[in-house]
């Protein structure tokens, strides 16, 4: 850790790094942020997550001039902890809450931020990853999940879509993986992308899919058409997202407000129905 210490008294002042030190004795990760820059830094008590975090710093390296990620200005990784060392951004993310749903953006916004996501695929890794992405096995899992919670027409009719539904997507690409508002933020209307842990191979419109069905309450789908792209293939990874996010609500009753829940699967249940009349 004192290798670790050592990069971090390059950028922060004593009293951030003794935070992120108790932080980091509860949590696998912990970051701090000044007025120039942003840390992370993670330590190896879990294999995968640390060799996500390990991913994250090689792509930084690896696209340092690429506008719409994070720029990288220090990193280390040795066998019990990581850290990188990135330019803030001085910009907010689209939202602070994951199940926010409504960006407030124009259309005209939305649109520019949706032809950004699609230049994802042009992004440069210089590692290996994963090609296991299963649409039917997705499906399976989050149909069954989710059925307590669907109306009888609704599985139905998912039912009788099931071959269309479960059919191998048609190209893979480099994927972030988790393009919800959070991770998307805009500076001097420059937008970038944050928190690659998750990045992956997955369905070419994956990504879009993921931004547009978190960009707005009700028909996040409705700018489809101003965009030169395959909507059957939206349309198939949004109904088996909308499936992933009920049977990921549901594991919350008796954790936090039953109430909001509720909300949440409805909404989700409502967008589900709007875009399984469009089949």
Same mark, same amino acid.
């Given at each position: ?42 330590? $190896?008590?879990?294999? #995968?997550?640390?060799? @996500? &975090? ?11 001039? $690429? ?11 040795? $066998? ?23 960006? /407030? ?9 949706? %032809?950004?996501? #699609?230049?994802?695929? @042009? ?52 994927? /972030? ?34 931004? &547009?069905?978190?960009?707005?309450? /009700? ?32 594991? &919350?009753?008796?954790?936090?407000? $039953? ?9 989700? %249940? %409502? ?9």
């Amino acid at each position: 850790m004192n290798e670790i210490i050592s990069i971090l008294k390059k950028y922060f002042n004593e009293e951030d790094i003794i935070t992120l030190n108790k932080n980091l004795d509860k949590k696998q990760r912990s970051i701090i942020i000044n007025e120039k820059y942003f840390a992370k830094v993670g330590k $190896n008590t879990d294999e #995968l997550f640390f060799n @996500n &975090l390990v991913r994250e710093i090689k792509l930084y390296k690896n696209n340092n001039n $690429n506008i719409i990620l994070p720029r990288i200005l220090d990193s280390l990784v040795t $066998n019990e902890y990581c850290v990188m060392i990135l330019e803030k951004i001085n910009g907010k993310t689209l939202s602070n809450q994951r199940n926010n749903y409504n960006s /407030h953006l124009s259309n005209i916004k939305r649109i520019e931020i949706a %032809k950004n996501v #699609l230049n994802i695929r @042009n992004i440069k890794i210089n590692y290996k990853l994963e090609k296991n992405y299963n649409r039917k096995e997705k499906l399976d899992k989050y149909l069954e999940k989710s059925k307590p919670y669907l109306s009888k027409i609704t599985y139905n009719k998912i039912v009788s879509l099931y071959n269309i539904l479960s059919l191998e997507p048609s190209n893979i690409v480099i994927a /972030h993986g988790d393009l919800i508002l959070t991770n998307i933020m805009i500076d001097k209307n420059t937008i970038k992308f944050i928190d690659w842990e998750y990045i992956s191979y997955k369905p070419e419109f994956y990504d879009l899919t993921c931004f &547009l069905m978190f960009s707005r309450v /009700h028909h996040s789908l409705d700018i489809l058409d101003k965009l030169n792209i395959d909507k059957k293939e939206v349309y198939i990874d949004s109904v088996i997202l909308c499936l992933k996010e009920i049977q990921n609500l549901s594991k &919350l009753y008796g954790k936090i407000d $039953n109430n909001i829940i509720n909300k949440n699967i409805e909404r989700w %249940k %409502k967008e589900l129905n709007y875009i399984l009349k469009e089949f």
